[in-house]
């Protein structure tokens, strides 16, 4: 029993040999470096507090903030409390008027 026990063991490592002697040239394609990290600057962006909130003043607020993201915050809207290090946060009043620009 013993020893039919090790045969069968034995036989179900031997598909896992790998050949080390083998020759050929490694054919992966090099990994590029991954994309610099895009970090939220919430006080670049300050200067558009009080501006009409639309999607070129967003375009704006992403270029000069340099987050990946941006989440509009309407007035009286909970908002989830995950912090994204990539992502502009902006919030506005019911005039459509922009109140607060933070990162997360």
């Given at each position: 029993m013993k020893q039919a026990i090790l045969g069968i063991a034995t036989l179900a490592l031997s598909g896992c040999?790998?050949?080390?002697?083998?020759?050929?040239?490694?054919?992966?394609?090099?990994?590029?470096?991954?994309?610099?990290?895009?970090?939220?600057?919430?006080?670049?962006?300050?200067?558009?507090v009080g501006r009409n909130a639309s999607q070129s003043t967003g375009e704006a607020i992403i270029k000069d903030s340099g987050a990946r993201s941006l989440r509009w915050g309407p007035p009286n809207a909970a908002w989830t409390m995950d912090y994204r290090e990539d992502r502009v946060n902006v919030r506005y009043d019911a005039q459509m008027k922009i109140v607060e620009i933070t990162c997360g």
């Open positions: 040999v790998v050949n080390i002697s083998d020759t050929a040239p490694d054919g992966a394609e090099p990994v590029p470096p991954p994309p610099a990290p895009m970090v939220c600057n919430a006080a670049a962006a300050q200067s558009h």
